[in-house]
């Protein structure tokens, strides 16, 4: 089945960009979804298809996909962003939908 | 306002069995394929199980394939999820998710449901 890889942790200073990576075999020939999980809640997408953004979520995050790795990029980081960020794709192969391991987005 | 509830979780002993309920309200429930997602306490978000909108469709990670049935019942705006044979790897908080329009990932999710299994 297909994996996918997130590093654990990532950390960043207020104000400064955070970079989310996702690696996965020629993941840039599928479509990425990115959820955002803060603690003792339900997870919230917050990019799908790669780059769009749903109404509610701010222009400060964006997405990218090529190759072997998607990113999601979070400008301007604020205290608020602090949470647990999941990567997502469908395994055509299998029909099954995938996540990542999840990454804790620290901010310093 | 679209809303999911699930109900159903709870303590059961090894070997048991549940049934999770998601009642969903604010859009067309028929119209779009539906997920359970779960989460071990501690750990990362794990795919379980996915239904079509129709329901002539369902899918099954291999953990849960043989134990867990996903089914919905569309006049009811209800999707459920059969858990048998449970383990204490099936302890976790059990979510249920809606599928974006044009489906394979999750736009809309419950608050959760947690099943905790004890010997």
């Known amino acids: 089945s297909y994996v996918l890889t997130q590093p654990p942790s990532v950390s960043v200073a207020p104000g400064k960009t955070a970079r989310i990576t996702c690696g996965g075999n020629?993941?840039?020939?599928?479509?990425v979804h990115w959820y955002r999980q803060k603690p003792g809640q339900a997870p919230v997408l917050v990019i799908s298809y790669d780059s769009d953004r749903p109404s509610g979520i701010p222009e400060r995050f964006s997405g990218s996909n090529s190759g072997n790795t998607a990113t999601l990029t979070i400008s301007r980081v604020e205290a608020g962003d602090e949470a647990d960020y999941y990567c997502?794709?469908?395994?055509?192969?299998?029909?099954?939908?995938?996540f990542g391991g999840g990454t804790k987005l620290t901010v310093l | 306002e679209v809303q999911l509830l699930e109900s159903g979780g709870g303590l059961v002993q090894t070997g048991g069995s549940l049934r999770l309920s998601c009642a969903a309200s604010?859009?067309?429930?028929?119209?779009?394929?539906m997920d359970w997602v779960r989460q071990a306490p501690g750990k990362g978000l794990e795919w379980v199980s996915a239904?079509?909108?129709?329901?002539?469709?369902?899918h099954y990670a291999d953990s849960v394939k043989g134990r867990f049935t996903i089914s919905r019942d569309n006049s009811k705006n209800t999707l459920y999820l059969q858990v048998n044979s449970l383990r204490a790897d099936d302890t976790a908080v059990y979510y249920c998710?809606?599928?974006?329009?044009?489906?394979?990932?999750?736009?809309?999710w419950g608050k959760g449901t947690t099943v905790t299994v004890s010997s």
């Open positions: 997502q794709v469908w395994d055509t192969s299998s029909d099954h939908r995938v």
């Open positions: 020629n993941i840039g020939s599928e479509s």
């Open positions: 239904i079509s909108g129709s329901g002539h469709s369902t």
């Open positions: 998710a809606k599928e974006g329009a044009v489906s394979y990932y999750m736009d809309v």
């Open positions: 604010g859009f067309t429930f028929s119209s779009c394929a």
